[in-house]
């Protein structure tokens, strides 16, 4: 099984985008191969033409059997985890979301499944609901 690690880069440092996603892979990895979009770019930008990027992302997306999604920035730009999340919709997939930086967003909570407070919840609920 696979889960999809969606959430802002634009507006937070690499090192804290990287963080949490760490953290989901260790508390899901067990039951579940993680991908995420600075998969291979940990470091910086490997891709010469930000479409590969694109193009990657969405097919992770339809590979995978959950999307997971930080929603915890008030400040970051969310146009691509937005991009993500509809896609991820239209899929079918299931999209949990954790954190609560866009409560009030009509699009957000029309296109997830659930909201969650924490990462650890989120991944908890994963667990439990995937495996």
């Known amino acids: 099984k696979i889960v999809f690690l969606s ?17 989901a892979k260790n508390l899901l990895s067990k039951n579940f191969n993680v991908l995420h979009a600075y998969r291979g770019r940990e470091e910086k930008e490997t891709f010469t033409d930000p479409r590969a990027a694109i193009i990657r992302d969405k097919n992770d997306i339809l590979l995978c059997d959950v999307m997971l999604v930080n929603d915890t920035h008030e400040g970051a730009s969310m146009i691509g985890t937005s991009m993500e999340i509809l896609w991820a919709f239209l899929s079918n997939k299931p999209i949990i979301v954790f954190g609560n930086a866009h409560p009030n967003d009509y699009w957000l909570n029309y296109h997830i499944h659930t909201r ?13 609901m995937f495996i």
């Open 7 to 23: 959430g802002p880069m634009r507006g937070v440092p690499r090192s804290e985008s990287l963080a949490w996603r760490k953290i």
């Open 116 to 128: 969650v407070a924490t990462l650890t919840d989120a991944c908890e609920l994963v667990n439990k």
